[in-house]
């Protein structure tokens, strides 16, 4: 029996109430990931194919959101269920940023489409930010931001305008960024950034 004052270690101690163990305080954490494209944003695969889980040394996280198999750069892992609501949901208007590669030069009309909200088979997308970096004679650099989370979103959006995506980078959320990661690296998020993000997810 510990002595009032006695000081338990929460993570590993045998802490017990009224002859219960008491489960010890979940320690959080918070990854940002360069998916490389061939792995699938999940934990397990029942086909055996690549995951983000092996590309990190943890088991208990898991991907906040998902980028498709042949989409690549930033994502997040954490065991932090109420962080992965707040960035996920489309109610927090939670940014992300991709670079696109497409086919042909989209004009001003597809690029006002595509920040009206897009038509899509599951309904109408809301508004994204769009914008040129560099055209060329047969494909071009977009810059698009939305805050929804649709299954290939993105993908979809542009190929409804006519421009199918060659290539596909998610390079923000919010304004986090890859900072030097290359494809397959990760780093822990320091904790002035999980309280910025939370701080952009709007309640």
């Known amino acids: 029996m510990g002595l009032i004052g006695d000081k338990a270690d929460l993570e590993t101690d045998d802490i017990r ?25 999940t934990r397990h695969d029942p086909q055996g194919r690549q995951t983000l889980m092996d590309l990190v040394p943890f088991e208990n996280v898991y991907p906040v959101g998902r980028l498709d198999k042949d989409t690549s750069g930033l994502i997040l892992l954490t065991n932090d269920g109420e962080f992965t609501y707040l960035i996920t949901h489309p109610s927090h208007g939670v940014d992300k940023t991709y670079l696109a590669k497409v086919k042909g030069t989209p004009d001003t009309t597809d690029l006002q489409c595509l920040r009206h909200g897009v038509a899509l088979d599951d309904g109408m997308t809301s508004p994204a930010r769009a914008r040129i970096i560099q055209a060329g004679p ?8 939305i805050h929804e989370g649709r299954k290939r979103q993105v993908r979809r959006m542009l190929a409804a305008v006519g421009h199918p995506v060659i ?37």
Do not use: F, W
């Open 17 to 41: 109430l009224d002859g219960q163990p008491v489960a010890p305080l979940m320690h959080c954490i918070y990854l940002a990931l360069n998916k490389p494209c061939g792995y699938l944003s």
């Open 138 to 145: 047969d494909e071009t650099l977009l810059e698009i931001v």
């Open 167 to 203: 290539e596909l980078c998610r390079t923000a959320i919010n304004g986090l960024k890859m900072d030097g990661l290359k494809p397959g690296e990760y780093r822990e998020l320091t904790p002035s950034e999980v309280i910025e993000l939370r701080k952009s997810a709007q309640v």
